[in-house]
């Protein structure tokens, strides 16, 4: 098995924190759009949800086997 170089590495790295992003924004979006909770609390408690959506994305990646 071929071992990733230096410049492999850092894009996988920059790829997998523009998912991340993306699926913190998602997550944030429709629970904004879809009145599912009351915007103070999404507000009060927005670090947790992207500690949420990390924890969503890891375990995706994780089981798929990347």
Do not use: C
Not at 8 to 26: H, K, M, P, V
């Amino acid at each position: 098995m071929k071992q990733a170089g230096q410049p492999q590495i850092i894009r996988a790295y920059q790829r997998d924190e523009e998912y991340r992003q993306w699926l913190r924004y998602a997550v944030l979006e429709s629970l904004e759009l879809g009145s599912i909770l009351p915007y103070r609390i999404i507000h009060n408690y927005r670090a947790e949800w992207a500690v949420a959506s990390d924890f969503i994305y890891f375990t995706l990646t994780t089981l798929q086997g990347k």
